[in-house]
Nanobody
């Protein structure tokens, strides 16, 4: 099993910044990819940003140029730096990690518990 512990959410005014962190622990041989998703009220959970073990990234169009995802492979931790926040960024943000427990294992996706980000206008 793998646990994902998120931190860094909160309340911020429009134009402000927040940094989310997510640390993975447990039965980890390698983390193939880590990412952040969000669910706004009344909407589906959508990808915000994702980063592979090799550092390749992809972003939702709505956050390009404002959000930056990074990871520390030694710490099994992923970060999301969020700048120029807008009220429409308000959502619960979920960390995701695609993990193999051993060399021969299939990849399994794990989710964090979610952290609330609220951007006031």
């Amino acid at each position: 099993q793998v646990q994902l512990v998120e931190s860094g959410g909160g309340l911020v005014q429009a134009g402000g910044s927040l940094r989310l962190s997510c640390a993975a622990s447990g039965s980890i041989f390698v983390i193939d990819a880590m990412g952040w998703y969000r669910r706004a009220p009344g909407k589906e959970r959508d990808l915000v940003a994702r980063i592979t073990g090799g550092g390749r990234t992809n972003y939702a169009d709505s956050v390009k140029g404002r959000f930056t995802i990074s990871r520390d492979n030694a710490k099994n931790t992923v970060y999301l730096q969020m700048n120029s926040l807008k009220p429409e960024d308000t959502a619960v943000y979920y960390c995701n990690a695609v993990v193999r427990a051993t060399y021969w294992s299939r990849s399994v996706a794990y989710w964090g518990q979610g952290t609330q980000v609220t951007v006031s206008s």
